[in-house]
T-cell receptor
């Protein structure tokens, strides 16, 4: 069993819909949680960085962390075709330590 | 802010030759940088952690004599693939850690093709 599980998708939604992404993890030592967006043949782009449980909002993005359930989520509101990409969750046990990545979810936003 | 560059973006080399990839943090200092490898439609695989002024820490299964890492300054880390073979063909990505916030920012990646 992988330390971080993420549905590979693809997840197809119409433009304007809410995109809901999630990851589950098994290592209770993870304290820092990140979401990255990666376009094909490009490096990942940091979207959200959160610590411990709770919600964090930034523009159209909302990240949720539930440490008791070992479950994190990313919501994208008012999705655009430009949001079509692979979304990777990542986490670490301490600030700045090496990241453990999920396998990524491919998202397609159709106009 | 928090921009990381990589050079070259794409390189083709012949089997047996060595290739150097540079990773630079352009607007911040990074005491720690990470090197990843990514195969098509797969997630990132951490190869090594590079700390400024000290030896890199390699992940299990990564040949340190084949993938030489140097982190000589707070803004530059290099990965040299020595005696490259076709199986080394891959997408190599670096990330740099911001000292204050611990966020990690990634470079655009380098596509290596060994013929």
């Amino acid at each position: 069993q992988k330390e971080v599980e993420q549905d590979p998708g693809p997840l197809s939604v119409p433009e304007g819909a809410i995109v809901s992404l999630n990851c589950t993890y098994s290592n209770s030592a993870f304290q820092y949680f990140m979401w990255y967006r990666q376009y094909s043949r490009k490096g990942p782009e940091l979207l959200m960085y959160t610590y411990s449980s709770g919600n964090k909002e930034d523009g159209r993005f909302t990240a949720q962390v539930d440490k008791s359930s070992k479950y994190i989520s990313l919501f994208i509101r008012d999705s655009q075709p430009s949001d079509s990409a692979t979304y990777l969750c990542a986490m670490s046990g301490a600030a700045g330590n090496k990241l453990t990545f999920g396998g990524g979810t491919r998202v397609l936003v159709k106009p | 802010g928090a921009v990381v560059s990589q050079h070259p973006s794409w390189v083709i080399c012949k089997s047996g030759t060595s290739v150097k990839i540079e990773c630079r943090s352009l607007d911040f200092q990074a005491t720690t940088m990470f090197w990843y490898r990514q195969f098509p439609k797969q997630s990132l695989m951490l190869m090594a952690t590079s700390n400024e002024g000290s030896k890199a820490t390699y992940e299990q299964g990564v040949e340190k004599d084949k993938f030489l890492i140097n982190h000589a300054s707070l803004t530059l880390s290099t990965l040299t693939v020595t005696s490259a073979h076709p199986e080394d063909s891959s997408f190599y990505i670096c990330s740099a850690r911001v000292v204050v916030s611990y966020e990690q920012y990634f470079g655009p990646g380098t596509r290596l093709t060994v013929t």
